[in-house]
């Protein structure tokens, strides 16, 4: 494919330098030391027994010549002709704003809110907080990024729950086939930790029996105009976006545990004092950071199925003025939430 020669030449003038001989063998070890780039030396002919050199010139002309070989090849490539490539699939149409259906999503559970006061078409709720809520019209059941064996047997002995729920929201692939085995005959969701991003992502989740998915927090309004299946589809416009899932409980490690994390709300905070949400998972002391701006935009921007609202710590009022808002197709532009214990500075 390529067939060129690279010539570097050094610039140093030879003195005696304090160093070591190097012998035929080292200087081949050492030109052959290629790194994190993408080529790999097979052959290396050396004209010279012994070399009286510091390694760091050797090392120094074999960066170049790499870099240098590197910027040719970056010539080569370009793209003589067009090529439009056209995907085979039906065109359907998504949901006008005018009727929205906006559902909620809960990352916490609060029992100081009486949800079903609230204007919506369907709720989220995490499954092991379902267990303690009871009945609730339009219930959609979530389940944790992180499935372990204590989880896994909850919702084996409450399996009765998913046979009332309208559906259940996974976060992982391999949650399909914990429902196969529990049999679960409701519809199957997809929660944005999927990273749905595309048209082929979006087909293969189909082809799983997945009915609707969230479309990931990344995707601008142009990427979200090419999916095109015939899946339900749902978008964020009000939330605070999930960061990460981790093993390690800050809560409980600062407060010596003792279920710290149900008596409270807590954040983490930053060098620039920004605020961070942690929620603490007593199932299997996985703790969930949240970011500390929440997100909000119109759905005025994006043409989905559904709106969602997700909601950590706001109580009952604000989520009805969030309703509220985003039913007139605005944004929601509140106060931030900035009232947990600092764990960390």
């Not at 545990?257 to 620039?272: P, T």
Request: glycine share 4%; with cysteine.
């Amino acid at each position: 494919m390529y067939n060129d020669s690279i010539r570097v030449k050094s610039t140093i003038k030879y003195e005696k330098y304090d160093v070591n001989e190097l012998d035929k063998s080292r200087i081949i070890c050492q030109i052959q030391k290629t790194g994190n780039t993408f080529f790999c030396i097979k052959e290396v002919q050396v004209e010279i027994e012994h070399l009286k050199l510091p390694i760091s010139q050797l090392n120094a002309l074999r960066r170049e010549a790499i870099e240098k070989f590197e910027a040719d090849l970056e010539k080569m490539i370009c793209r003589k002709a067009k090529k439009e490539i056209t995907l085979d699939f039906k065109n359907t149409k998504t949901q006008s704003n005018a009727n929205l259906k906006i559902n909620l999503y809960l990352q916490k559970w609060n029992e100081n809110v009486d949800y079903s006061k609230l204007d919506y078409h369907q709720i989220y709720v995490p499954f092991k907080d379902l267990i303690k809520a009871g009945e609730m019209r339009d219930c959609i059941a979530i389940l944790p990024n992180i499935l372990e064996e204590q989880y896994e047997k909850i919702i084996r002995e409450n399996r009765a729950i998913l046979q009332q729920v309208k559906g259940v929201m996974i976060s992982h692939l391999s949650q399909i086939e914990l429902l196969k085995r529990l049999d679960f005959k409701q519809k199957i969701m997809a929660n944005d930790t999927l990273n749905i991003t595309n048209y082929l992502s979006e087909k293969v989740i189909q082809n799983l029996g997945i009915s609707r998915f969230t479309f990931s927090p990344e995707l601008d309004k142009k990427m979200i105009s090419s999916f095109k299946t015939d899946l339900e589809k749902e978008v964020v416009v009000y939330g605070r976006t999930c960061l990460m899932t981790s093993k390690y409980c800050p809560i409980g490690k600062n407060a010596n545990c003792g279920m710290a994390c149900q008596k409270g709300e807590y954040e983490l905070q930053d060098r620039k004092d920004f605020q961070f949400p942690v929620i603490a998972d007593n199932v299997n002391c996985h703790t969930r950071i949240y970011n500390s701006k929440i997100l909000s935009i119109t759905p005025k921007c994006v043409k989905s199925d559904f709106i969602r609202i997700d909601l950590l710590h706001e109580n009952e009022q604000e989520i009805q003025k969030i309703i509220s808002v985003v039913k007139a197709g605005e944004r929601f532009a509140g106060e931030k939430y900035t009232n947990g214990n600092i764990l960390t500075k």
